[in-house]
């Protein structure tokens, strides 16, 4: 692709979706360089009007100064973390997935598309590794045009809340996930940093976002889910990519503020 030393996403996939920002937002950008791509290529098991809800914060003054500041119980949301993130294997892929619902008796996991797209539309099933165990995830939604993507499972497991609260420049993240090391089964990790930009359904941060992150949870100081890890640039440093957790509202989930 044209802008592929630009800008890389940060699943550790076989074949590497490149975005760019040179003149559109990344969503644009996507929905212009798959030509497989439109406004209908969603595929789900949820109808229209009986989609899941997800579990919202109360929303947030944007100003408060405990955004911008590293939580006193730090601790505790890394642990909550680290313990409701999965690594999410598909193929020769794998990326991380965190839970943001549940639905009938399914816990639902959110990922991004590129870490599933070579099951997405054969026999669907991905492996999700936590700590010890292992399980078995079933891809039910997909949206290319979002880089987005929907797994289920049987495994009960508490979802993550999210936070509608706009992201401003100087506040306080940490992204987590499962950096690729060579091996599977490997440990959670969590990266901290602070958003430097907003632009278009987009948040960039300084929090270290690496090859096996993609689809992690990029939380705020009140431990809330605000984007999906995505992507990283190439041609610079502490620049990381997270789609905000509106783009799951469009097609995929019922979203109350």
Known sequence: MKHETIIKTVGVVTGVVALSLLSHSILSYLSEENDTVTDDTTDSLFEVDDRPKVLSAEKLDVGSESLYEQPSNLSDIISFGRKHVFETVCAYSSGSSWPISTYLDKTLLVTNYHVIQDCA??????????????????????????DLAVIETASKIEPFRVSFSNAEVGHWVMALGYPSIGTQNSKSSVNMGRVSNTVDGVIFTDAAINPGNSGGPLLNSSGDVIGINSAGYTDAENIAIALTVENLCVRIFLCSE
């Not at 054969?122 to 045009?145: I, P, Q, W």
């Open 121 to 146: 539309f054969s026999n669907r099933k991905v492996t999700l590794l936590l700590e010890d165990r292992s399980s078995e995830g079933v891809v039910s939604y997909v949206d290319e045009l979002n």
